[in-house]
């Protein structure tokens, strides 16, 4: 569905991507995590052909982005994380912009603002940035392009808009649909997601599925500090050390994204030998 | 995914529909400014002259001053790093989004503002009858010159909408100092190839004696059959080349312009 093969791309001689390679099914929700200025921006925008690499090929449902051909955008949806919405209300915004989405629902339109609690009728100049971000956001849903790129869609919800934006999303997520979250707010989605990508200095070094995750690493909370055998990574906080360790049996616990983020970062390599090797004992 | 990529000319009135739609406020109020500007202008001229023709020659004012303004204008979105996203992001193709700023900032614009200004002559003329019980004829957008005029910023304001594109900050002085400067190199390479390849052929023409002698201005009247022909380059030049060349080249640096 979407496929990026030896992608070179540099800012001002920068190089920012150099042979990055992945690829993505045709639905579900995969969270895009990495560190301030490891690229996730740059390659929303490279998906959508905002932007154009220096090397390599980009396809998303057989098309390439950077042609910028209507029946592509009219299946792609981006949302910035700064952007600006015209002084008109959301249903004057939607008789200006939905005719150029040919699968928009104005009537799942009108239930999103609902469970946002946005008057469709307000003006969005008179409204704060987090409800025009809604505003947008509830547009994307009722696009319904088959790619969806939000990059930090919590940033500036309050905490129940958040809540009400999972469970938008998590309604949305058994459709064909694929909507993939760049965000630095892992705890905001980490109950929602399907896949989790990791992106740091140009590579993807982790892209697994959350079953795959859950099968392998599982997180401890103990008293005291581990012995550093067998651990991937520990930090101390409030009520003791949050372990992660290889998964070993059908221990109960509870996936931690931000956890997961620090682990693969701290030793990429180590992780990726760990999700081969049991990747290779289950086909065996 | 269906394939879209075929032109769709709904798609080219909805955008020009939407510009039209979200900059309305912003029309009205620079409608209205130009207006009043344009009353005070009327009520002096009725007061101490009375011209014939005043509305068509304030008319073409207008079109040049507040076309080529509008034209270079134009991409102001596409340069603004929030907006461009969302314009270039707008499912429609870059010829159907070309096509609606070239038409925006040509059929629109002229027809918009000769209707305007038909309105305005006719308050206009009322405030000067009811104040002077004198008046002006009024605006007659179907005037020759007023026609000539329209056909003349048509094909001008093509390179101001290349400008527009090109220019990311003051379009429209960049675009002028831009021609100022094509033209000062044209003239340059002219005169220095008429110079270097012809001055014998051009023994005797009037053009000879402008390059060469202090009697230039009286020289411009006894122009040879070959400054004619080069004058007559110039005007198709202007006429059928230029402005589909700017348009295209506009085509051609959207298609090319990032985010």
């Known amino acids: 569905m ?80 700064e952007f600006r919405l ?40 008179g409204c704060s940035f987090g409800q025009r971000k809604k505003c947008l956001l509830a547009f994307s849903l009722a696009a319904n392009c088959a790619v969806t790129l939000l990059d930090e869609p ?3 919800l309050d905490i129940p808009s958040k809540t009400q934006f999972r469970r938008l999303l998590v309604s949305m997520s058994s459709e064909e649909r694929l909507f993939i979250i760049a965000s630095h707010q892992a705890r905001d989605l980490e109950e929602c997601l399907h896949r989790v990508l990791i992106l ?22 103990q008293d005291e500090a581990p012995d550093p055998k067998g651990v991937l990574f520990s930090e101390a906080g409030r009520g003791g050390y949050r372990v992660v360790r290889e998964r070993t049996g059908r221990e109960e616990d509870s996936l931690d994204l931000e956890l997961l983020f620090n682990t693969v970062i701290q030793d990429p390599e180590t992780i990726a030998d760990l999700f081969r090797r049991r990747s290779s004992d289950h086909a065996d | 995914m269906p394939i879209d990529s075929s032109f769709q ?12 739609v979200l900059q309305r406020t912003s029309i009205a109020v620079q409608a209205s400014a130009a207006a009043g500007i344009l009353l005070l202008l009327s009520l002096a001229d009725a007061l101490f002259l009375c011209r014939p023709g ?15 303004l509008v034209t270079s204008r134009s991409f102001k979105d596409l340069h603004d790093p929030v907006q461009g996203t969302f314009w270039l992001l707008l499912p429609a193709s ?14 629109v614009f002229v027809a918009g503002s000769m209707l305007g200004y038909w309105v305005f002559s006719l308050l206009a003329e009322g405030c000067n009858w009811l104040i002077f019980q004198r008046r002006h004829d009024l605006f007659f ?46 003239s340059l390479a002219g005169l220095l190839g008429l110079r270097l390849l012809f001055w014998d052929q051009l023994e005797g023409s009037g053009l000879r004696a402008l390059l060469a002698g202090p009697e230039s201005r009286l020289a411009w009247m006894h122009l040879t059959e070959a400054g004619r022909t080069v004058a007559g380059i110039g005007r198709i030049v202007f006429w059928l080349f230029m402005p589909p060349a700017c348009w295209f080249l506009c085509w051609m640096r959207l298609k090319k312009t990032s985010a």
């Not at chain 1, 045709?26 to 969270?31: F, H």
């Not at chain 1, 009537?107 to 469970?115: D, G």
């Open chain 1, 154 to 156: 919590t940033n500036a």
């Open chain 1, 200 to 221: 740091d200095s140009g590579r993807m070094i982790f892209h697994h599925s959350m079953e795959a995750v859950k099968a392998c690493l599982s997180t401890v909370l």
């Open chain 1, 86 to 125: 015209p002084p008109v209300s959301p249903l004057q915004y939607q008789r200006l912009f939905a005719p150029f989405y040919p699968g928009f629902d104005s009537k799942r339109f009108a239930a999103c603002l609902e469970e946002f609690e946005l008057d469709p009728r307000s003006n969005l100049a």
């Open chain 2, 54 to 68: 005043l509305h068509q020659h304030l008319y073409l004012v207008v079109l040049f001053a507040g076309g080529l």
């Open chain 2, 141 to 186: 957008p179907f005037a020759p010159e007023v026609l000539k005029g329209t056909l003349t910023y048509t094909a001008l304001q093509a390179p101001f909408l290349l400008g527009a594109v090109t220019f990311r900050r003051h379009a429209l002085s960049k675009t002028v100092l831009s021609l100022l400067g094509l033209a000062l190199l044209l």
């Open chain 1, 2 to 81: 979407i496929s990026l093969q030896n992608i070179f791309f540099s800012y001002s001689g920068k190089s920012l991507f150099s042979g990055l390679e992945f690829s993505l099914p045709a639905s579900g929700i995969c969270g895009l995590l990495g560190k301030n200025g490891a690229g996730k921006t740059t390659l929303f925008k490279l998906l959508s052909g905002l932007l154009f690499p220096n090397q390599g090929s980009i396809r998303i449902r057989g098309q390439s982005p950077g042609r910028r051909a209507p029946g592509f955008l009219q299946e792609l949806f981006m949302v910035p994380e």
């Open chain 2, 94 to 107: 870059l010829p159907e989004k070309t096509l609606s700023r070239i038409l925006l900032t040509t059929i």
């Open chain 2, 9 to 20: 000319a709904w798609r080219v009135l909805w955008l020009i529909r939407s510009v039209l």
